[in-house]
């Protein structure tokens, strides 16, 4: 079966950091997407890991472990325009097909 | 260079009709997958077409069809619309599609279909 867990909503304060913590299991696994949507908009790619450990990308670093079938997105040095949902999405087999499994995503609340 | 892109924006439909949702993928581009997101949720996978050729599709109805061009543009289709058809349709554009690949899925600014 195919889950993908992240909770529901996260509130934080602009200048802090947060994680965003993501638990998966798919029928097969070929990396992890972490997504950023602000409401009414399309999703846009922030970071992909296929392989255990950090990666950082400016004020964004996304951890994985595939053995444990987790990951997490940090966010630092927080914005208010880092308020919108995030959304974490293994890929996943379906015959030939790379596709995303996206989970109901976390919305962060940034507040001054 | 341009994203993906999508037409039309805002679609008004009444149930039991038929709608064509249509994107164009990034220049290079040679996969599209579609999308269905409701309301409050997380986009759910529908479709994937790589080289005009359907390689994966989601857990949905057969009222829901979809084609790729030698462009490699794709519409979607959905027949017999119900009312809850409703949802933010998004067209995600890819390198390549095969097992495996790792390329990144860049959505375009979706479709959102009202159906009354």
């Known amino acids: 079966g195919q889950n993908i867990d992240q909770p529901t909503e996260m509130t934080a304060t602009e200048g802090a950091i947060v994680q965003i913590n993501c638990t998966y299991q798919?029928?097969?696994?070929?990396?992890l997407f972490w997504y950023q949507q602000h409401a009414g908009e399309a999703p846009t790619f922030l970071s992909y890991n296929v392989l255990d450990g950090l990666e950082e990308k400016g004020r964004f670093s996304s951890f994985l472990s595939r053995s444990k079938g987790y990951s997490y997105l940090l966010l630092k040095e927080l914005q208010m325009k880092d308020s919108a949902s995030y959304l974490c999405a293994p890929t996943g087999y379906g015959g030939a097909t790379n596709k995303l499994i996206f989970g109901t995503g976390t919305l962060l609340a940034v507040q001054p | 260079d341009a994203g993906v892109t999508q037409s039309p924006t805002h679609l008004i439909k009444t149930r039991g009709q038929h709608v064509t949702l249509r994107c164009s993928p990034i220049s290079g581009h040679k996969s599209v997958s579609w999308y269905q997101q409701v309301l409050g949720q997380g986009p759910q996978f529908i479709f994937q077409y790589y080289e005009k050729e359907e390689r994966g599709r989601g857990n949905f109805p057969d009222r829901f069809s979809a084609r790729q061009f030698p462009n490699y543009s794709s519409e979607l289709n959905v027949n017999a619309l119900l009312l809850g058809d409703s949802a933010l349709y998004l067209c995600?554009?890819?390198?390549?599609?095969?097992?495996?690949?790792?390329?990144?899925?860049?959505f375009g600014p979706g479709t959102r279909l009202t159906v009354l």
């Open positions: 995600a554009s890819s390198l390549r599609g095969a097992s495996g690949s790792t390329d990144t899925q860049y």
């Open positions: 798919t029928s097969g696994f070929n990396g």
